[in-house]
């Protein structure tokens, strides 16, 4: 079996902040549940780091 190359958040609709994924489906009319890329699996892949 393959490892996702995605982990899901949640997030307040209001106020954009990260909350805990079991809070935002408990309230689904204010949050919303998004998959985010893990590290090297973004669109970014191909960019040049921004660390200085």
């Avoid at 079991?22 to 090297?40: C, D, L, Q």
Wanted: no cysteine; net charge positive.
């Amino acid at each position: 079996m393959t490892e996702r190359k995605t982990f899901d958040v949640g997030r307040d609709s209001r106020s954009g902040q990260f909350i805990t994924v079991k809070e935002a489906t408990n309230r689904p009319a204010s949050t919303t549940v998004e998959r985010i890329p893990k590290s090297g699996y973004g669109d970014t892949k191909g960019e040049p780091s921004r660390r200085k």
